[in-house]
């Protein structure tokens, strides 16, 4: 069965710090992976996918993640995080075919100090 | 920018109620989605809804869930009689096609059930 995981609960940087959000899937074959991230009072915003091709993939506001079959990760990054980062970050998967039913991680709650 | 809407916000009822959520999709969108999160846990998927009927569901979507597209407009969820556990933020979203199409979700509407 398809699964994802996000080892890190909480994560707390200071505001011009990188950042990286782990997750971690599993799932049979070539997956379709995403990014979501979601502000206080706000729906689930896109930030970047992965279906195939380069394994790196640029988002929205500055993000990009990268995809590494070997290890089943798809890790996000930053390479400098503004205090409007702070928010919830989903990780998701999909099968092959994409987006009809997304697995969700249980999340990273993203905190930025000035 | 176009987007998906959500009414209540956040809805208050006793256990045993009926309860119905409201969404707005974006406007030519042919695909519907809910998904739940129980306070402190994953993002699930409930159901998505193709051409007036449903296209998938998962086990937690049972009899006492039900979705109708009533118009042109709207996509309703509708739980039957509620339990403690139907407490949980409930999203609506849409895509102009399935497959590979983006998610756009709504903000959501908060659920208690007393």
């Known amino acids: 069965a398809q699964s994802v995981t996000q080892p890190d609960i909480h994560i707390t940087v200071s505001e011009g710090a990188s950042l990286e959000l782990r997750c971690n899937y599993s799932y049979g074959a070539t997956p379709y992976l995403f990014w979501y991230v979601q502000s206080p009072g706000q729906g689930l915003q896109l930030l970047l996918k992965y279906f195939s091709g380069d394994t790196l993939v640029q988002g929205i506001k500055g993000f990009e993640a990268e995809f590494k079959r070997s290890q089943s990760s798809f890790n996000l990054r930053k390479p400098s995080v503004h205090w409007s980062d702070a928010a919830e970050y989903f990780c998701a998967v999909a099968r092959s075919g994409g987006y009809n039913k997304l697995i969700f991680g249980a999340g990273t709650r993203l905190a930025v100090h000035p | 920018e176009p987007e998906v809407t959500q009414t209540p916000s956040h809805q208050v009822t006793q256990m045993g109620q009926e309860v119905i959520l409201r969404c707005v999709p974006i406007?030519?969108?042919?695909?519907f989605y809910w998904y739940r999160q129980i306070l402190g846990q994953k993002v699930e998927f409930l159901v998505s809804f193709y051409n007036n009927e449903i296209s998938e569901k998962s086990e937690i979507f049972d009899d006492q869930f039900s979705v109708e597209r009533p118009d042109g407009s709207n996509f309703t969820l509708k739980i039957r009689s509620t339990k403690l556990e139907d407490s949980a933020m409930y999203f609506c979203?849409?895509?102009?096609?399935?497959?590979?199409?983006?998610?756009?979700f709504g903000e959501g509407s908060r659920l208690t059930v007393l």
């Open positions: 979203a849409s895509s102009e096609r399935g497959g590979t199409g983006e998610l756009f």
């Open positions: 406007s030519n969108h042919l695909y």
